[in-house]
């Protein structure tokens, strides 16, 4: 699968969990604060983010999940996005091959890669 296409399937995606309003909203906020700021929100949320991921993916009623979160929840999902986006831009620049159609998985595995997975203990 092109990396435009693997792209395109998961803005969709993250736009029919959050709405459009909702990661504009989020993005305008990540740009009003400072970089650390944003990082900070990205360690505190990291495991939750991975749960919340899981979750969406797995519900038979994902609105039901996403209506219960808070702006900040909402705001570090959307930074996850973008960060993993633009690594997987970097890594993959032409795309996968044989890569799960499913724009849910494709999704799911931009926001959960193995560095969030990790122990930042360790």
Same mark, same amino acid.
């Given at each position: 699968? +092109?990396? !435009?296409?693997?792209?395109?399937?998961?803005?969709?995606?993250?736009?029919?969990?959050?709405?459009?309003?909702? =990661?504009?909203?989020?993005?305008?906020?990540?740009?009003?604060?400072?970089?650390?700021?944003?990082?900070?929100?990205?360690? %505190?949320?990291? %495991?939750?983010?991975?749960?919340? =991921?899981?979750?969406?993916?797995?519900?038979?009623?994902?609105?039901? =999940?996403?209506?219960?979160? %808070? =702006?900040?929840?909402?705001?570090?999902?959307?930074?996850?996005?973008?960060?993993?986006? !633009?690594?997987? +831009?970097? %890594?993959?620049?032409?795309?996968? !091959?044989?890569?799960?159609? !499913?724009? /849910?998985?494709?999704?799911?595995?931009?926001?959960?890669?193995?560095?969030?997975? /990790?122990?930042?203990?360790?």
């Amino acid at each position: 699968m +092109k990396s !435009d296409d693997i792209f395109k399937a998961s803005v969709q995606v993250m736009k029919n969990f959050l709405g459009a309003g909702e =990661v504009a909203a989020a993005i305008s906020r990540a740009r009003n604060r400072d970089g650390e700021t944003n990082i900070e929100m990205l360690d %505190t949320y990291r %495991t939750q983010i991975n749960d919340l =991921v899981r979750e969406i993916v797995e519900s038979g009623d994902p609105d039901n =999940v996403v209506r219960e979160l %808070t =702006v900040e929840m909402k705001d570090a999902l959307v930074l996850r996005y973008l960060r993993n986006r !633009d690594i997987f +831009k970097q %890594t993959f620049p032409e795309g996968i !091959d044989g890569i799960d159609p !499913d724009p /849910a998985a494709i999704w799911e595995a931009i926001m959960i890669s193995p560095l969030d997975e /990790a122990d930042p203990s360790r």
